[in-house]
């Protein structure tokens, strides 16, 4: 660092935290009003989103109970394979406002506003107006999150609670207070009742930070962060406290784990195994079974003919136990980020952010210990560090769109490193680092949209030429000062926002349905095309890719024996246009793994029969099955399995039991998997004893088993 460098970050104090241009409240209404018309626009599309969550949703708010503990049914036969505080918002607002698509994801919408807000107010407080809302614009712009706060996964909460978290962090670097760093525990606690772990990817940073840069001496900085964790424990603790205490025989099975408890699954496939890959119970690795069981096939609709490409997951690329580089949940490395299935969702601005991180640190050159601006760009680059190389090389259960949780932090970056080293625009170094942060951003521009040359083919060669220009504009003192210096920005903005931006837009416009999701236009080499109304089966190595998003090789052509199921059903994933212009699961499949069951007219009525007298009106293997009849009648559907239909749970004689006392009316073949890594689950047993036992029903193309009547 040069002594210019050192005496200029000397000089520099932050800006007063109360000081407001005229400008700026009439930018911030525009920006948050933009913001909640752009993620409330046209919601009602997608339908049930993903109706995995949708059915929990709706149980919840009809039972609270289920609401507690998060059940997939108002029955209480099994939870989510998540911590329910997400569905809490969601399944208040269905009590409030019926059971609909807009009073589901409207919450999910008001968080992303939310969020905008709350970054913004967090990189304003220490880097002036023009950071805090260039950082909230970056942020309602990126494509994975113009997705997920549409959408009603947990992700939306779950980044809310860690904008949170370094707001709260921030404010104890600030005064030292013992509160902030409690209020900082409790966030992180909330996080951890949203989505487990993965909230954990932030507390190393929160905590390194305020060892750094909190203001009293080491040890009371330490015995603070003890207090940070008694308010983690507390905030999360209870709930798990009263889940493992509460007698199992009368709450659901904890979905997702093979032995009925919330800190098996907290640790294994929630937890270590996202790491290591070995998640027993998911649709991983060689030890998958039940899919090409010939019992399981012809009893649930299984998948005949599959072979190894269910039992193995051979097909389209999927290898036993690993795919190309990383298994069938796609190679892992330093790179991945920037790779087809996630490079248009996040990567846009990763370079600018790493090189924008540096220069604000180095400028910050030789400040006090608890120079405010050097500590937010040390929580927020920890952040964007531990958590991007942690999505790299984790060899468990990935999807692209989990990079929403990077979104917050590279929006941080940009708009705190931009501002700091336009104001040290003076010195050459400086403007050799924006001028470079420009010309990153252009060259990741023009791969990103190289990748879908069909989709605004001219802005790929606006982007090259208005940044090109900026890059070299920033290397003149004369152009960076004045009238000119407001063309410069305004072309660094439009460099880096307009693909993001188009890739937004085209989100925004497009309905998204199904467990696996990605935001923006499909793309050459992609893992997972825009299927499923961008969901469906696209998420897995080797399928998807496609322009329509559907079940298919990279060349191609459909996997070996994935055409339709028994019962008129498809294989899990396989989509179809519909008439809306949506895509899902052909009509009155029975659903599947990845996609939500779509039953028609006469299925429903069929299932509302008497459906008073019945604890469930049907079971089906697989909670994706299950959901889209539950929605459908507004009554418990059993989920045998949960999500991959390999919980085990409920067991066969307990399946026989509830049959015996008449609580449930109808088994729906078809459906999930029934076996996963390392885990049999009871689904096939359970399938054989019925099409044994009891007589099929083809109704609306979907086979029914009435338990009532035989057996």
Request: with cysteine.
């Amino acid at each position: 660092m040069t002594a210019t460098a050192e005496r200029l970050a000397a000089s520099v104090p932050a800006p007063e935290p109360q000081r407001r241009v005229r400008w700026e409240p009439w930018a911030l209404g525009v920006l948050l009003v933009g913001t909640g018309v752009a993620y409330i626009w046209g919601l009602g599309a997608s339908g049930w989103a993903n109706s995995f969550y949708a059915a929990a949703v709706q149980a919840g708010s009809v039972s609270w109970k289920a609401f507690f503990f998060g059940s997939s049914d108002a029955a209480n036969s099994i939870t989510v394979d998540k911590p329910p505080m997400s569905l809490w918002l969601m399944s208040l607002s269905v009590r409030i406002f019926g059971l609909n698509s807009w009073a589901m994801l409207v919450p999910q919408a008001l968080l992303g506003v939310g969020s905008v807000a709350l970054l913004w107010g967090t990189v304003r407080r220490y880097f002036g107006a023009a950071a805090g809302l260039l950082a909230g614009l970056v942020l309602a712009l990126t494509p994975v999150a113009a997705l997920m706060f549409r959408f009603n996964n947990p992700d939306a909460l779950l980044v809310l609670l860690m904008i949170a978290a370094v707001w709260a962090m921030m404010r104890a670097v600030q005064d030292g207070r013992t509160r902030w760093l409690v209020l900082v525990g409790v966030f992180c606690g909330f996080g951890f009742l949203t989505k487990q772990l993965q909230v954990m990817l932030v507390v190393p940073p929160l905590a390194l930070t305020y060892l750094i840069a909190g203001p009293p001496k080491l040890g009371k900085r330490v015995l603070q962060l003890f207090a940070a964790l008694g308010g983690l424990i507390v905030s999360a603790g209870w709930w798990l406290a009263i889940v493992e205490l509460w007698p199992a025989d009368s709450r659901p099975w904890i979905g997702g784990s093979q032995n009925n408890s919330i800190l098996e699954l907290t640790l294994g496939y929630n937890g270590l195994g996202r790491l290591s890959g070995n998640e027993t119970g998911s649709v991983g690795g060689g030890g998958m079974r039940g899919a090409g069981d010939a019992a399981a096939g012809a009893a649930a609709g299984g998948f005949p003919g599959m072979g190894e490409a269910a039992g193995g997951m051979t097909a389209g690329g999927m290898a036993p136990g690993g795919g190309a580089g990383g298994g069938m949940w796609g190679s892992t490395g330093i790179t991945r980020l920037f790779e087809s299935a996630q490079g248009g969702q996040i990567a846009w601005l990763i370079p600018a952010a790493l090189i924008l991180l540096v220069a604000g640190i180095v400028l910050r050159g030789r400040a006090p210990r608890v120079d405010t601006q050097r500590a937010s760009f040390i929580v927020w680059g920890l952040w964007l560090l531990v958590t991007g190389l942690t999505f790299s090389f984790m060899a468990g259960i990935f999807h692209a769109y989990y990079t929403v949780a990077l979104a917050p932090a590279i929006a941080a970056l940009i708009g705190s490193g931009s501002v700091v080293a336009w104001r040290h625009r003076d010195v050459l170094w400086v403007r050799i680092i924006l001028a470079v942060s420009v010309a990153a951003t252009v060259a990741m521009a023009w791969v990103l949209l190289g990748r879908s040359p069909s989709f605004v083919p001219w802005l790929r060669w606006a982007i090259l030429v208005v940044g090109v220009v900026a890059a070299v504009a920033l290397l003149i003192p004369a152009v960076t000062r004045g009238r000119l210096a407001v063309a410069v920005i305004l072309a660094a903005i439009f460099t880096g926002l307009a693909g993001p931006t188009a890739y937004a837009i085209d989100t925004i416009n497009t309905p998204h349905t199904g467990s696996i999701v990605s935001a923006g236009p499909s793309v050459e080499g992609g893992m997972g095309g825009p299927g499923g109304g961008r969901g469906g089966f696209g998420g897995f190595g080797g399928f998807g890719g496609t322009a329509d998003g559907g079940n298919r090789r990279m060349d191609g052509t459909p996997p070996a024996g994935m055409g339709q199921m028994p019962g008129g059903a498809t294989a899990p994933g396989t989509t179809t246009s519909t008439t809306d212009g949506t895509r899902g699961a052909m009509g009155g499949g029975a659903g599947g793994l990845l996609q939500g069951s779509t039953p028609g007219a006469a299925v429903v009525s069929t299932l509302e029969v008497n459906s008073d007298q019945f604890t469930w009106v049907a079971a089906a293997i697989g909670s994706n099955s299950a959901s889209g009849y539950q929605l459908a009648t507004q009554s418990p559907v059993m989920a045998i399995g949960g999500f991959n239909g390999s919980d085990p749970s409920p067991t066969l004689v307990q399946f026989q039991q509830y049959v015996a006392e008449g609580k449930i009316h109808f088994f729906i073949a078809g459906g999930g998997m029934g076996g996963g890594m390392n885990a049999e689950g009871t689904a096939t047993a359970i399938s054989t004893w019925v099409t044994e036992k009891f007589t099929a029903t083809t109704v609306d193309g979907v086979t029914l088993y009435d338990l009532t009547v035989g057996g």
